[in-house]
């Protein structure tokens, strides 16, 4: 009974270790699309970049970074994050992306800015 014990625990502690990696990775994705979705509708109606920018941000993975480009049809905003692993482990940093896109009001002027989240 020790000896398999011995043998499985470091493997369950990887699959854990795995599976909460993952679990995290997956957190930090449903952010950055919810930060450019709320960004994407807020540019896209005319708030000022500034606003649009610190909503983002606020709604981001830490250090994530902006781009929001309002055309005269549409309005793009992107985060982009990196995410490490909460713990120490082996597990290799993940680079997220994503993106949304609202159609612009009337009105609101074209404008393309890209912003980072303040040093810690």
Request: net charge neutral; proline share 10%; with cysteine.
């Amino acid at each position: 009974m020790t000896a398999e014990t011995a043998v499985a625990l470091p493997a369950l502690v990887l699959v854990l270790t795995a599976s909460l990696w993952v679990v995290t990775i997956a957190g930090a994705q449903l952010r950055c699309v919810d930060a450019a979705q709320a960004g994407a509708r807020a540019a896209a109606r005319g708030e000022a970049t500034e606003e649009v920018s610190a909503t983002v941000l606020r709604l981001a993975p830490e250090g994530a970074t902006v781009s929001i480009s309002a055309g005269a049809d549409t309005t793009r905003v992107e985060v982009i994050a990196t995410v490490r692993p909460p713990f120490r482990s082996p597990l290799p940093p993940a680079r997220l992306r994503a993106a949304a896109v609202a159609a612009t009001e009337p009105g609101v002027l074209p404008t393309t800015v890209d912003t980072s989240a303040p040093p810690p």
